[in-house]
């Protein structure tokens, strides 16, 4: 089955500075790839998502970059601020609707 | 659009007995998907349904777990009898699934608790 790894575990950034988080998976036929954003307490909540005929898509201070060939995405925050701050959740998708996740990285943006 | 609905939010029940965790998915979707979060093993699949059909139970950690989905609107999942390691947060994600759509929306969750 799909094996998804997500680096890294813990992300601490300045307030302003950008972030970035990355992800591999491993089935080829994966087509569709979230990311989630999850607040201490809160559902995880979908922020952005590419699929597999894309190589980039970007909504206002997030991006998402996949390549293909390397079976990599990753998710890029820039101009952090303070209520970025949450865990991050990277999956992939196979064609039958299955998720699988990542493992999670915590974001930290200090004011 | 009220999004997933889970009920009850939080429960607190005494090792051995029996929970029930509902959900309600969002109209119109024909895949539901039962998930459980904790610090040690992260977002954990447990079960998914298409159009009422159990697809994938493999993540279903034993026999004492069990989810039902009697109708489009409805799904249950079923601890009996509970243990202390089931203690964990329950999320219930629905989705339309079809090449152009097909994200998962969560429910709250239901935090539960096992004496």
């Known amino acids: 089955g799909e094996n998804v790894e997500q680096h890294p575990s813990t992300l601490s950034v300045q307030e302003g500075d950008s972030a970035v988080i990355k992800c591999t998976y491993s089935?080829?036929?994966?087509?569709?790839f979230p990311w989630y954003k999850q607040e201490l307490g809160k559902r995880p909540q979908l922020i952005i998502d590419?699929?597999?005929?894309?190589g980039e898509k970007k909504d206002q201070r997030i991006a998402v970059t996949l390549n293909k060939t390397a079976k990599h995405f990753s998710l890029h925050i820039t101009e952090t601020q303070p209520e970025d701050s949450a865990v991050y959740f990277c999956?992939?998708?196979?064609?039958?609707?299955?998720?699988?996740f990542g493992s999670g990285t915590k974001l930290n943006v200090k004011p | 659009d009220a999004g997933v609905i889970q009920s009850p939010r939080h429960e607190v029940t005494e090792m051995g007995q029996e929970v029930t965790l509902r959900c309600k998915p969002i109209?119109?979707?024909?895949?539901l998907f039962w998930y459980r979060q904790t610090m040690m093993r992260g977002l954990e699949l447990l079960i998914y349904?298409?159009?009422?059909?159990?697809?994938?139970d493999s993540g279903m950690p034993e026999d004492r777990f069990s989810a039902k989905m009697p109708n489009a609107s409805f799904s249950t999942l079923k601890i009996q009898p509970s243990e202390p390691r089931d203690s964990a947060v329950y999320f219930c994600?629905?989705?339309?699934?079809?090449?152009?759509?097909?994200?998962?929306?969560f429910g709250p969750g239901t935090r539960l608790t096992v004496l």
């Open positions: 089935d080829s036929a994966s087509n569709y």
């Open positions: 999956a992939a998708s196979s064609p039958a609707g299955k998720f699988y």
């Open positions: 349904f298409n159009n009422n059909v159990p697809i994938d």
């Open positions: 590419i699929r597999s005929n894309v």
């Open positions: 994600a629905s989705s339309y699934i079809d090449p152009g759509t097909d994200t998962q929306y």
């Open positions: 109209s119109g979707h024909n895949s």
